[in-house]
């Protein structure tokens, strides 16, 4: 059975920094796409970012270039999203979502077969 655990949810004021983790259980990353996703109340889900098999493909919402980072450790099947400059507006809940295969569409998170329960990141002013 697949399992996805995110943790390192936490309420900081803007400009801080929170690193996210997504553990797998009975699921292997390689070769296949990982992502954060976050859903703000009243919004729909967005895609945040993505990686492929490493780092062979790393995907960026616009909103977050140059802010997160996405990174995997394939030997503690983690990947982190490494955030940093937080804003109120990325306040959220944090999804962590693998595909089963080489496709993604890492904006919508189409072809995202497995998802987490989520971790709640408040970002205040």
């Known amino acids: 059975q697949v399992q996805l655990v995110e943790s390192g949810g936490d309420s900081v004021q803007a400009g801080g920094s929170l690193r996210l983790s997504c553990v797998a259980s009975g699921y292997t990353y390689s070769n296949n796409y990982v992502g954060w996703f976050r859903q703000a109340p009243g919004k729909e889900r967005e895609g945040v970012a993505c990686i492929y098999n490493g780092g062979d493909r790393v995907w960026y919402a616009d909103s977050v270039k140059g802010r997160f980072t996405i990174s995997q450790d394939n030997a503690k099947n983690t990947v982190y999203l490494q955030m940093i400059s937080l804003k109120p507006e990325d306040t959220a809940m944090y999804y962590c979502?693998?595909?089963?295969?080489?496709?993604?569409?890492?904006?919508?998170?189409?072809?995202?077969?497995?998802w987490g329960q989520g971790t709640q990141v408040t970002v205040s002013s």
């Open positions: 979502a693998a595909t089963r295969g080489s496709r993604a569409i890492c904006y919508t998170g189409a072809y995202f077969g497995y």
